[in-house]
């Protein structure tokens, strides 16, 4: 097989000499939308008159290809490198200019500088990403929740709150939780993607747009909005904020360790309902996928909320690099973007794939054990609170220390206590109770 051409130059080479830290590269999405950007770039410098039309076609062309993932083998720096993400902005332009006979510097980076240029493909690679991968994921693992809890809307079993038994809630009510925490944390997620679609593009070395012409910014955009359909908008506030800072992409990364919280939250619960399936809670069945231990015949373990687990645990991780990164930068720059640019798009891609296997391997083939939601929710002595109303807390306290202390049933306790059997049958009736004030818990 022949070996691929070297696209790249000595400053290419001097950074992979220079940096060679992780083994791991510079994300795919950030090279291919600094090819998507050069391309945009050189269309608006011929448009302005300022590079020749030809040449402009040519590194246009050059950059489609790299957008398209065509010369991902040409981009060899170490994403752990120069802070500002210079090396990988150089690396884009010498590929461009080999293919297009252009100038890497004179013509591929005409009105632009690594300072702008490089946080501008961060910003618009987790904007696409994020827009286009993980809120359709997260949508679809909404709709499996949702689906889940009008499937289970008549299963009583136990609530529970700090672990111990609580009065009776449905799990079905459960479900329609964890799809309202899918659906709120999209919204955080398209709250946050709001400042991300601000991109500093224009801004050159500093902001001031050195060396730029003054509708190169404006139109480069609307170029990456026709081809994308992204919503991308000029800094509204103050351009020297959008050049210093990436602090809309530690409020992505806030909102992504907010779902990954939400999972977390999920998958334990999942994991705990589906214990047993004889000394556990057992209250749901999860599918089994494989065998869960390599000594116990026939045991099957919760393998896919372990991922969901490790994964919430690693995007958290990432959140707190993605936090400090952020509040390094210093006066007219952070020169921490390739660290954000590493951890927030892993992030997005983790929970993008974590979403989708919950979906598809847990939670659409989740069944509800009837019988153990049963079992556990006639056990719970907590329904003794629908008695307060009928003969005051301090009684019917008393009522659940006894069945608690002497293993006897509740309702056997109470009558022998001096309550009105039909008193008690009209105040426990389970599914009445899990349903509770209607108007608060009913869907508009």
Known sequence: ??????????????????FPISGEPVPAAVIHWLGRIKGAA???????GLLDADLAAKI???????????????????????????????????????????????????????????????????????????????????????????AFKDIVKAGRTHLMDAVPVTLGQEFDGYAAQMRLGQERIESALVHVGQIPLGGTATGTGLNTDPKFAEKVRKQL??????????????????????????????ALKVVAVSLTKIAQDLALMGSGPR????????????????IMPGKVNPVIPEVVLQVSAQVIGNDTAITIGGMQGQFELN???????????????????TSTVLREKCVDGLTANREGAKRSAESTLATATALNLHIGYDKAAAIVKEAASSGRMLRDVALDQGVDPDVYDKAIDLRKIAAGNEPYGKKA
């Open 1 to 18: 097989m022949a070996k691929t051409p070297q696209l790249y130059g000595g400053e290419t080479a001097k950074a992979v000499e220079n």
């Open 42 to 48: 050189a269309r608006v410098n011929a448009d302005l």
């Open 60 to 150: 246009a062309e050059a950059g489609d290809a790299v957008a398209r993932g065509e010369h991902d083998d040409q981009f060899p720096i170490d994403v752990f490198q120069t802070g500002s993400g210079t090396s990988s902005n150089m690396n884009t332009n010498e590929v461009l200019a080999t293919l297009s006979g252009a100038h890497p510097n004179d013509h591929v980076n005409y009105g632009q500088s690594s300072n702008d240029v490089f946080p501008s493909a961060v910003h618009l690679a987790a904007l696409d990403e994020a827009t286009n991968r993980l809120l359709p994921a997260l949508k679809l693992l909404e709709k499996s929740f949702a689906k889940k809890g009008k």
């Open 225 to 254: 909005v026709k081809e994308t359909k992204l919503k991308l908008i000029a800094p509204p506030l103050d351009r020297f904020e959008a050049q210093a800072n990436r602090d809309a992409l530690v409020e992505l990364s806030g």
């Open 279 to 294: 000394a556990g809670i057992g209250e749901l069945f999860l599918p089994e996928l494989q065998k869960g231990s390599s």
């Open 335 to 353: 020169v921490r973007i390739p660290l954000i640019a590493r951890n927030l798009l892993q992030s997005i891609h983790l929970l993008t794939t």
